[in-house]
Nanobody, 119 residues
């Protein structure tokens, strides 16, 4: 089983930036896709961005041009650089890993990290 540990959330003023990190660890596995999701109060969890080991990325329309997802394959770590943050970005951000091991293909979630954008 893969464990995900997130870090980097916090309180930031509108227009500010934050960088989230997510490190994956566990038994022998292969990452298929890693991504960031977020859930605001009273709303459903939504996709923010994804990245494959080959570097292919995808973004929600709401964050294109402001957020950048990147990864370090050697460290099994994915990052989310968030710029020009606004109150609408306030949410709990979750890391997700779609991975395969000798038993099959699975998904794993991190514990979540709070991002609050407020003056």
């Amino acid at each position: 089983q893969v464990q995900l540990v997130e870090s980097g959330g916090g309180l930031v003023q509108p227009g500010g930036s934050l960088r989230l990190s997510c490190a994956a660890s566990g038994s022998i596995f292969v990452i298929n896709v890693m991504g960031w999701y977020r859930q605001a109060p009273g709303k459903e969890r939504e996709l923010v961005a994804t990245i494959t080991p080959g570097g292919n990325t995808a973004y929600a329309d709401s964050v294109k041009g402001r957020f950048t997802i990147s990864g370090d394959n050697a460290k099994n770590t994915v990052y989310l650089q968030m710029n020009s943050l606004g109150p609408e970005d306030t949410a709990v951000y979750y890391c997700n890993a779609d991975y395969s091991d000798y038993e099959g293909r699975f998904g794993s979630w991190g514990q979540g990290t709070q991002v609050t954008v407020s003056s």
